[in-house]
Nanobody
Framework: QVQLVESGGGLVQPGGSLRLSCAVS????????MAWYRQGPGLQREVVAR???????MYTDPVKGRFIISRDIGKNTVYLQMNSLKPEDTAVYYC???????????????WGQGTQVTVSS
């Protein structure tokens, strides 16, 4: 079984910062992709940032220059440092990972339970 457990959400004022963490545990051969998604009120879930196996990253345009995705390979953990937060960043943030559980097996996608981030004064 593979589990993704997020932490670090909460309430923050506009312009503030938060850091989200997502720890992956269970039967893991290789984590190919780790990503953060978010779903705002009345909106569809969207990708926020992604870090690939080779360390390359991508960000959705609204967060470029403000958010940083990083990882600790030894801890199977991905982080999302969120700076200069805006009210429109308010959403449930989900951790996502594409994982090979055994060598030669097809990769599968896994999701965390989500953590609420609220940006408000």
């Amino acid at each position: 079984q593979v589990q993704l457990v997020e932490s670090g959400g909460g309430l923050v004022q506009p312009g503030g910062s938060l850091r989200l963490s997502c720890a992956v545990s269970g039967s893991i051969f290789r984590i190919n992709v780790m990503a953060w998604y978010r779903q705002g009120p009345g909106l569809q879930r969207e990708v926020v940032a992604r870090i690939n196996y080779d360390g390359s990253t991508m960000y959705t345009d609204p967060v470029k220059g403000r958010f940083i995705i990083s990882r600790d390979i030894g801890k199977n953990t991905v982080y999302l440092q969120m700076n200069s937060l805006k009210p429109e960043d308010t959403a449930v943030y989900y951790c996502n990972a594409v994982i090979e559980t055994r060598s030669g097996y097809a990769s599968r996608e896994y999701w965390g339970q989500g953590t609420q981030v609220t940006v408000s004064s």
